[in-house]
């Protein structure tokens, strides 16, 4: 089974249908926005691998999807446009998309554009996974394997949960991960309670690593969205 999930952005349903039937065919995972404030908000909540998004959506241009989206997300972007001009490609590219795949297209050439991007990505997380059983940000330290965090080199006293939010984070280091995305990760839920319980939690943990819990530097906050873990240099 794929486990790569993929959000599809299309407002044309012929096109869209396309997409979707030809990812299910080949056991991809897919979800689908129809406008550009829908998919950013489908890209916040669930994470996708991989983004395909048409440029000529009814509310937003897709430019401004990709910048949204790239001011927190490092998920790929193959951009699927009728607008063929180099500019429109040019303009694209610089934005934040990794490719750019022009209308009329095949589904073979879609199908070749997501398994390029599929190895990149599995390139890139095997990286992680033979170097990252310790991270390390400024004076925090976890070490994933043992169970254990360190603020300079001291070892945190963290319930499980408070483990689980500092790694959850951790891995997903430089992106904002909303109240959802955490709530199932670490409840297997997103019910209103479970965000009160999320905040509480986020609370206790601050204290324990943030020198000045009220101005934090390893943990912020997205008033109304969720939580990010910033890189400390």
Known sequence: MNRTTVLVVEDDTPVRNLITTTLKTHDYKFLTAKDGESAVMEASSHNPDIILLDLGLPDLDGIEVIKKIRSWSNSPIIVISARSEDADKIEALDSGADDYLTKPFSVEELLARLRVTQRRLNFIRTQLLSTSSVFIN????????????????????????????????????????????????????????????????????????????????????????????????
């Open 138 to 233: 400024g004076k925090l330290k976890i070490d994933y394997a043992a169970g254990c965090a360190y603020l300079d080199e001291k070892e945190l006293h963290l319930t499980p949960i408070e483990f689980k939010l500092l790694s959850l984070l951790s891995k997903n280091v430089g992106k904002v991960l909303t109240h959802k995305f955490i709530t199932e990760n670490i409840w297997g839920s997103s019910w209103d309670n479970d965000v009160g319980s999320l905040r509480v939690f986020m609370a206790t943990l601050r204290k324990k690593i943030e020198n000045m819990p009220d101005s934090p530097q390893y943990i912020q906050t997205h008033i109304g969205v969720g939580y990010r873990m910033v890189k400390v240099e």
